[in-house]
Nanobody, 124 residues
């Protein structure tokens, strides 16, 4: 099972980036998927999560209204559109997938699979 994240980079404050995550090795269309981020010296934190139907999404308060998570089950892909980026959004972003049905999307312990991470750097 592999999750391959891409789309990170360097952007100025106020700019946008779109992260993509390609899942392979199994089908995740029945399970929740999420994005987390980890800044240097800090623990990995929840950013956004989406249920397998795509009808329910969840966001941390720090990104609500600026980030949008979406998924394409036919392609086994999940996306994170990030707008109005701030320097405090700088972190390594990880996509993740649940390996079993779960009502909880916000906790790292609810995810079984993790991508390698993609760096997002927002300059002021």
């Amino acid at each position: 099972v592999q999750l391959q994240a891409s789309g990170g980079g360097l952007v100025q404050a106020g700019g946008s980036l779109r992260l993509s995550c390609a899942a392979s090795g199994r089908t995740f269309s029945n399970y929740g998927m999420g994005w987390f981020r980890q800044a240097p010296g800090k623990e990995r934190m929840f950013v956004a999560g989406i249920r397998w139907t795509g009808s329910s999404t969840y966001y941390s308060d720090s990104v609500k209204g600026r980030f949008t998570i979406s998924r394409d089950n036919a392609k086994n892909m999940v996306y994170l559109q990030m707008n109005s980026l701030k320097p405090e959004d700088t972190a390594v972003y990880y996509c993740s997938a649940q390996g079993r049905p779960s009502m909880v999307l916000t906790a790292t312990g609810e995810y079984s699979y993790w991508g390698q991470g993609t760096q997002v750097t927002v300059s002021s």
